[in-house]
């Protein structure tokens, strides 16, 4: 059994952190990152699949390479993008093989615009035929069984259709969802909606905003981001650390907005910012977790 499958069974409140491979193929700062925030109370470490359509050090190996040399438990993003059903296969074959029994199936983010000239993104099929053929694949005995997650955005504009593409995902096999960050008052309340309609687990997106330049970029540039105005005007004028302790506070509000809600919590990691990552996994461990 997969151990996020394994502690949210139990009934316990998981803690994931999403902690972004490295651009380069010298992974030692990465890895040391990883292993401090599993010893500060994450119980699996996330992996983005190329954030932002970016190459970086693929999220399944890194994910093999913690499991089997560290013994971290891993959630790798899996997406759509440049991959055929046989690649997918094979990748899922190697973290069968490894240990590594979770995966959160997304579409992917599309190439980044500086690279659009070079670089050309495939997409066969979206998260929903994914994960269907992943069930398929699973039924039918050519993989293990698989603990599969799916992206739920809780800043979608038309959160109605959002809501019932997530139950479709349902339907293909997704058993559990990570939400887009918790930013605004709206998202908190579209993932109290969701917690009625969903039947599996939902584990409630948290991202410390560090600056307001921080907030802005995330508000027009990345997709599923919300921000609202008042948060972003709240930033201007802070040093560095009232960034971070402004960050730190706005998502402990989120995560007791949404408490009841969720059975666990998701931390993205900004700029590689562990020390903030590890004082927000202490604060909701002593009050919402």
């Known amino acids: 059994m997969s151990d996020l499958r394994r502690l949210l069974e139990e009934g316990k409140r998981p803690v994931l952190v999403e902690f972004d491979p490295p651009r380069t193929v010298e992974p030692a700062a990465f890895l040391r990152g990883a292993a401090e925030l599993r010893d500060a109370g994450a119980d699996l470490i996330t992996i983005a699949d190329c954030p932002t359509g970016k190459a970086s050090i693929d999220a399944s190996l890194l994910?093999?390479?913690?499991k089997r040399e560290y013994g971290i438990e891993t959630l790798p993003h899996m997406t759509c993008r440049d991959r055929n059903l046989n690649a997918i296969k094979a990748l899922l074959m190697g973290l069968s093989m490894e240990g590594v029994s979770s995966v959160l199936l997304v579409t992917g983010d599309p190439v980044a615009r500086e690279s659009r000239d070079t670089v050309k993104a495939v997409f066969h099929f979206n998260s929903r035929q994914l994960a269907r053929a992943v069930t398929g694949l699973t039924e039918s005995g050519d993989l293990p069984p698989l603990y599969l997650c799916g992206a739920l955005n809780v800043n979608a504009n038309r959160f109605d259709a959002e809501?019932?593409?997530?139950?479709?995902?349902?339907?293909?096999?997704?058993r559990a969802f990570l939400t887009q960050p918790v930013s605004s008052r709206r998202a908190a309340e579209n993932l109290l909606k969701a917690r009625e309609s969903l039947r599996g687990a939902i584990l409630g997106g948290l991202f410390p905003v560090v600056s307001q330049k921080n907030a802005l970029f995330l508000q027009r540039e990345v997709a599923g981001m919300a921000i609202d105005e008042e948060t972003i005007a709240a930033y201007e004028g802070l040093s560095p650390e009232e960034g971070e302790a402004l960050g730190l506070k706005l998502c402990l509000e989120a995560a007791a907005r949404i408490d009841s809600a969720v059975s666990g919590y998701y931390i993205m990691t900004p700029f590689r910012r562990v020390a903030l990552v590890k004082r927000l996994m202490t604060e909701l461990r002593k009050g919402v977790c």
């Open 63 to 66: 994910a093999c390479k913690l």
């Open 163 to 174: 809501l019932e593409r997530a139950k479709e995902k349902e339907d293909c096999g997704i």
